[in-house]
């Protein structure tokens, strides 16, 4: 079924990716411990970057690494680095800059590096990359001493416009790298995770479907924390894959309200990412509660590890993807993604457009073309 299609192989491919990531970044344990800790005892500042999907998995992960290695990392795009280099680092700044990269030839990828090299104090990388024969793998054979490469299975090298299996698996990648020190731990963690995945994909992907043949030309998705990552993930998803016939937006539950609720229309599908902090949710169910109460739309989807205790006939599609309680959430999080990559799957398929390569204008391309990076 669809199994013609790129994107369908990628996007269920991923819980198999998760478990070869696993096993590339535990065999590594020692080159990495190593590598972080050195820059790490330096004070190093930690700046996770990429451009697009790469940028979101540093804005999703900067939430939910406090205590492991990667304490205060922060997101800065490769795209703001091009052009505020200037103001980000000066000759006082030492940053280990984690940079990730489905291809590792686009631009701003390479540039970013560059930059920081020649605007920082002191530079070093970690490059988080899934194609060996990318121009970021060849940077980091020609700087061994300050560039950590971890390059994933080459199944994750997407051969599909939308990343999917890419993002997820550079996302735990960078998870796994964080809490090295526990990595032999945490083998069962990413293997509940990989199983749950595995069950939810095979259980919602015709509901999701369902939901994709509804009449609608704009998304929103919902989270809070780092789900609202996850969120802007998935809204590039969606859009993407339709080649912007659906526009989405994304943000924070409590933040919607401040002016954005004002794209809700009939033709909006809602997407809640619902948190499984209980103290979270009840800002998140007020929101759902309000959304229902003052609006006719396309649809309502809810996205959570357990369910949820609000009233029958809340959601259209309720997910539950089951991942357990004890997998912390710096893993368990990139989980929400599938629902938005199966609705931009099955959306390009009812607009009559290949999910592999949906840019009947030729907006956009699998690696970003037409940046010039100027010295």
């Known amino acids: ?60 992960l900067q939430w939910v690494l406090a205590g492991t290695l990667l304490d205060k990392a922060k997101a800065i795009a490769t795209t703001d680095i091009i052009t505020e280099a200037s103001s980000l680092f000066n000759a006082e700044s030492k940053v280990l800059l984690v940079s990730f990269a489905r291809s590792g030839n686009s631009p701003e990828s390479v540039g970013a590096i560059n930059l920081v090299n020649r605007t920082a104090g002191k530079a070093a990388h970690v490059f988080i990359t899934c194609n060996e024969k990318g121009k970021m793998t060849a940077m980091a054979d020609s700087d061994p001493d300050n560039t950590l490469l971890v390059l994933l299975p080459p199944e994750t090298n997407d051969l599909s416009l939308a990343m999917t299996s890419s993002y997820s698996s550079m996302f735990l990648a960078c998870a796994m790298i964080a809490n090295i020190d526990r990595i032999a731990e945490h083998k069962a963690q990413i293997e509940a995770l990989s199983q749950a995945v595995e069950a939810a994909l095979q259980k919602y992907s015709e509901p ?41 937006t994304f943000d924070s539950f409590l933040g919607f309200r401040h002016g954005p609720k004002a794209v809700v229309s009939p033709d909006s599908l809602i997407v809640y990412l619902l948190s499984e902090n209980p103290a979270t949710r009840r800002y998140e169910y007020d929101l759902i509660r309000q959304i229902k109460a003052n609006n006719n739309v396309a649809g309502y989807v809810a996205v959570s590890q357990s369910g ?8 259209d599609l309720n997910v539950t993807i089951g991942v357990p309680e004890w997998v912390e959430r710096c893993y368990k999080s990139v989980s929400y993604v599938i629902v938005a990559q199966l609705l931009g799957f099955y959306k390009a398929l009812s607009l009559k457009r290949s999910p592999d390569n949906p840019s009947v204008s030729g907006n956009i391309s699998r690696v970003v073309e037409g940046v010039t990076i100027y010295e």
């Not at 590594?28 to 697009?52: P, S």
């Not at 009449?215 to 809070?224: D, N, P, Q």
């Not at 949820?308 to 959601?315: A, I, K, L, Y």
């Open 1 to 60: 079924m669809f199994v013609e299609y790129n994107t369908w192989k990628e996007i269920h491919q991923q819980p198999r990716m998760w478990l070869k990531t696993y096993d590339i970044v535990s065999g590594m344990k020692d080159e990495i411990a190593t590598f972080i800790n050195r820059y790490v005892r330096e004070g190093y500042e930690i700046v996770l970057t990429g451009a697009g999907t790469s940028a979101y998995i540093g804005n999703a």
């Open 208 to 248: 999701v479907g369902a939901i994709a043949d509804r009449e609608f030309t704009r998304a929103v998705f919902l989270g809070s924390g780092e789900l609202m990552g996850v969120a802007e993930e998935s809204r590039l998803k969606l859009q993407e894959l339709t080649d912007g016939t659906v526009m989405c």
């Open 308 to 315: 949820t205790s609000m009233e029958p006939g809340t959601f």
